[in-house]
């Protein structure tokens, strides 16, 4: 239940950093042999959900840069996006200092696929991971935000929304509209 509620706060931390971003953002990662790499897995967050501490949260500027976790109806999809605007850790999560920071698209808490390419315009957004045995990962979307009534009636928070497609030698294998939420602290 704590997991829906964060990914939920996630979704509305994404919309409240949808402001415009006029600079072009390409970041390369260094060249990794191994591009799925082990992360630690997270410790649960003792953090009450029920009355979120709008006080904490702070609009990210300059970008939409920060954690996003996929949106899925029954909330198991561990996949999540972190997207840092000099290819850099992000701070750790006030709530969770164990969660993920390094920039990359996770598969779940353990496995990170590295950027071969990630480029923001705008509102506009396309990355790929690096390959590994012939497969990666591509995503082109947008960016957005939305008032969330359960989290705050005026602040937005940011979410990434558009298509992802995994590729394997060459051909796409699977390809999804996908929803990404913005983490928020509450």
């Known amino acids: 239940m704590k997991?829906?509620?964060?990914?939920?706060?996630?979704?509305?931390?994404?919309?409240?950093?949808g402001g415009s971003c006029s600079k072009v953002v390409t970041t390369s990662v260094p060249s990794n042999p191994n591009p799925v790499?082990?992360?630690?897995?997270?410790?649960?967050?003792?953090?009450?959900?029920?009355?979120?501490?709008?006080?904490?949260?702070?609009?990210?500027?300059?970008?939409?840069?920060?954690?996003?976790y996929l949106a899925s109806?029954?909330?198991?999809?561990?996949?999540?996006?972190?997207?840092?605007?000099?290819?850099?850790?992000?701070?750790?999560?006030?709530?969770?200092?164990?969660?993920?920071?390094?920039p990359g698209f996770y598969l779940s808490h353990e496995?990170?696929?590295?950027?071969?390419?990630?480029?923001?315009?705008?509102?506009?957004?396309?990355?790929?991971?690096?390959?590994?045995?012939?497969?990666?990962?591509e995503f082109r979307g947008v960016f957005g935000e939305e008032i969330d009534p359960n989290f705050s009636d005026d602040i937005p928070i940011p979410f990434i929304k558009g298509t992802l497609r995994a590729f394997k030698n060459g051909k796409v294998v699977k390809s999804e509209s996908v929803r990404f939420g913005h983490a928020v602290i509450a």
């Open 3 to 17: 997991r829906k509620k964060s990914q939920l706060l996630i979704f509305i931390v994404l919309a409240l950093l």
């Open 37 to 68: 790499e082990q992360v630690s897995s997270p410790t649960p967050s003792p953090v009450s959900f029920n009355t979120p501490d709008r006080s904490r949260y702070e609009a990210q500027k300059g970008g939409f840069y920060g954690l996003y």
């Open 73 to 102: 109806k029954d909330h198991s999809d561990e996949r999540k996006l972190i997207i840092s605007d000099d290819g850099e850790a992000i701070p750790p999560k006030a709530n969770d200092p164990d969660e993920a920071t390094l």
């Open 111 to 137: 496995y990170r696929l590295d950027f071969a390419e990630i480029e923001i315009i705008g509102k506009s957004i396309f990355f790929r991971t690096r390959e590994s045995s012939g497969s990666y990962v």
